[in-house]
């Protein structure tokens, strides 16, 4: 069974990280390698492969393995016993900060002859994904809270910091 594995420190507690996972509307925003039509909840569902080069995106069902809220989140594709991707992620830490490990396996009688060129493509594109998410989530901390009625105040009327 061919795996690769990634872990990263990240600000923030583990709810925060886990909604930036999980949530449909964020995942779309650091924009991962796999896009989940319904990634909230155990069961089956479909999936949207974004790869570079290809215009046509590919698509194929999934199914949502774990969703232990806020602790690990999996989701798998492919076809059974022949070729599987499955995707974990693991949170641990607490408000000061949340260690993350993600982690891509193959299963199935396919993913030894494939593991050999598919692991090295397959751990830099969760790095790079790892890094995405990481960058969101200190941009997410930054933005102020936005309320009904409150307007952006322009450039030129703002204080410079000293």
Known sequence: MPRTITSSMLHGGPLRIWSAITDPDHRRAWSPLVFLDNPCQLGETECTFAIQGITRPIRT???VDQFDKPHAFAWSCGIPYLFMLEERYELAGDDGGTR???SCTLRG???L???AMMLRRLRS???EADDRLATYLRWRV???ARGINRQR???RYRRKAR
């Open 142 to 144: 930054g933005q102020p």
């Open 125 to 127: 594109l969760m790095i």
């Open 113 to 115: 002859p494939f593991a």
């Open 61 to 63: 069902p999934a199914r």
């Open 109 to 111: 009688a396919l993913s």
């Open 153 to 155: 105040v322009p450039s």
């Open 100 to 102: 993350l490990t993600h």
